[in-house]
């Protein structure tokens, strides 16, 4: 029994320390502005018009978030099993981000047979700011299944070069696709490192005279290709607006000002993205991993994680259009180089004769794991367990909070009007749930209001032009949040 015990027991810590940066707490924040408030509202959409083809915002066949749907219709299978709410949108990336850490620990007990290296690239994974974040693991957003597609293609991958079992080749293919069907060519982004390691190995050459490259890439063009196509028969001109958003138009031109110099992933790992504990033991993972380690196998992960962490990184470092959770995909990676270092400083620690001597348990590999790992996995705990606005965002989702509290009840929003300048994504989807409730509300010009409208208005701007030019009465303040009683123009 105690034996057994303790078996199971690593198991059980794991689960308990994946949870709440995961799991815990993910519907506090409101839904954010941008890709997760499109994606939400193409998922409830999706939901109501049962268009399972061509994502829709706003009614109309959406041409501005042109990636393919795979996220969209986890979001569909969620809200029909948990209602249309933030859990509902978020729950997909938790899920995709719990599956990847699985993925890590079940490679490391498969390649290595060792279950504390996959233990420790775990860790390291969800100690990772940049990983357990927003536009990462914490919202729904594209990158954390993408993540998970393009972790388990390279593994597979890997996995084939050293069994060459095909099995392992067609996993790859459909993976890739997957990656694909999540957001489009950036599910391709690992495959010049993919290509450079079968080059190493001496696959590359075998590969192309066989006959099961041909059919897993077959099976890669039926789903990708096929995918593409169905929705410009349903949608033309979908093909072109891929062109523009996602191929030529993002990567050799900048999108939406989002302009930086080469070293901007590098520099945010190293300010915020990445923590220090776990940066500065990249270079000791792979110079451990490459030429201290003499063991095969190691060499050959270190050697194919280094790869996919370099060339994924010069490709997007390159690319016009950078924006910071452009590196999600890097940190499973990353953490493996990093596991290399410290499970090897872990097994040193479990060997010495005079702990196996002096302790009835050597505690002293464990005790060096928590006192690397602490510092990083608070601030990760500390941002997920009581989730909270930065202090320049919080006025400007001071709205999405009254919406989420009308939803409950809080405030009663029956035939008023929301005032808003700008992309209302975030505001619609909220909009969205109160119609279905039965609440009447809607977005309107605020230089149309009329006699007898009662409106909503939380920019500054906003509620200026309103009390300029409009007699009125306040009915209700809360916060930066202003309800009016418009009596008409003023003269």
Known sequence: MKELFFKYFKYVVLIAILYMPIFGHLDTLPIRIWDESRLAVNAYEMLNDENHLVTHFEGKPDMWNTKPPFMIWCQVVCMKLLGVNELAVRLPSAIA??????????FSQWYLK???????????????QGYISLHGTRTGDYDALLTLFTTLSGLFFFAFCETKKYRALYCFFICTALAVLTKSVTGLLFLPAILIYGIIQKQFIPLLKNK???????????????????????????????WENELGGRYLSVIENHQHDFWFYLK??????????????????????????????VNRITLFSFLMVIIFFIIISTAQTKLEWYDIPLYPFLSIIVAVFIHYVFQLLYNVKWFRQKLSVNIIPYLFLFLIGIVPYKKVLDKTYKPKEYFWRKDFYEIGYYLKDAIKGKYHLNKQCLLYEGYHAHNLFYLNILNDKG???????????????????????VKQYVEEHYNHQVLNSNGTIITYLIHGNKQ
């Open 97 to 106: 981000a719990f599956l990847t850490c699985m993925a890590l620990l079940i």
């Open 114 to 128: 060792n279950f504390w290296f996959g233990f420790i690239a775990i860790f390291v994974l969800i100690s990772t």
């Open 212 to 242: 099961h490259f041909y059919f897993g890439l077959l099976s890669f063009l039926t789903l990708v290709v096929g995918y593409y196509l169905l929705r410009e028969a349903n949608n033309t001109g979908y093909i072109a607006a891929v």
């Open 268 to 297: 945010n790992l190293i300010d915020f993205r990445l923590s220090m504990t776990w940066y500065v033991l990249i270079p000791f993972g792979c110079i451990t991993g490459v030429l201290v380690i003499k063991n095969k196998k």
């Open 439 to 461: 609440i009447e509300i809607s977005f309107k010009d605020w230089k149309k209001l009329e006699k007898e409208d009662v409106v909503i208005a939380s920019q500054k701007n």
